[in-house]
């Protein structure tokens, strides 16, 4: 009789130890596998679940937005009642507001394959922006914004002709061009009504 306690006590403790060190090793699983994603990762999955985001820019602005796009380092965005594009580098967020929920659902690991459009990079869009030659409107890290067309987009900078955001871009319209890093840019706001990339 004694024996058969004795056992009994002796499993139910090897049980609650195996129980134990299995859930040891899931937290430490789990802490390994958030430990490997990234703001793009987390974004991607914000931006799936059309979620609302206070974002904070480098340059000291703070919006609220709704996640309409997401690509490969940069999201797009509208908010505030303006439902233009804007096209923001995720270099250019100080940080990413949003409830505790969407932050926790963030964390949810994705076995969708990116599709083409998460895979395109800033410049990439950049060049299809000027492409066709649509206005847009700069905010910069510093400075005022600046408006015009984008010319062409190299690897790091693009060459932006300035003139009216209204007007088609023509000679008698420029006022003059700058070349831009893509490190000054805070944000791209596409100023027609067409998103090129719907």
Do not use: Y
């Amino acid at each position: 009789m004694e024996w058969d306690n004795l056992f009994d006590d002796l499993e139910g403790q090897l049980a609650a130890e195996w129980e134990s060190e299995r859930a040891a090793l899931d937290a430490e699983s789990e802490r390994l596998r958030i430990s490997k994603l990234t703001l793009h990762d987390r974004l991607r999955a914000m931006a799936h679940a059309d979620s609302r985001v206070q974002l904070e820019l480098h340059s000291g602005e703070r919006w609220d937005a709704r996640l309409r796009v997401i690509g490969a380092d940069w999201v797009g965005v509208s908010g505030g009642g303006d439902p233009r594009l804007r096209i923001v580098p995720i270099s250019a967020l100080s940080s990413v507001g949003v409830d505790h929920g969407v932050m926790l659902s963030s964390l949810t690991a994705s076995d969708e394959q990116p599709g083409l459009r998460e895979r395109m990079s800033f410049g990439f869009v950049l060049r299809d922006v000027a492409r066709r030659r649509t206005p847009v409107t700069i905010g910069r890290r510093s400075g005022d914004p600046l408006q015009g067309s984008i010319d062409r987009a190299g690897a790091d900078h693009l060459d932006l002709a300035l003139h009216d955001a209204t007007e088609p871009r023509r000679t008698r319209t420029v006022r003059g061009f700058r070349s831009i890093p893509f490190d000054a840019l805070v944000w791209v706001r596409l100023e027609s009504a067409s998103d090129p990339l719907s």
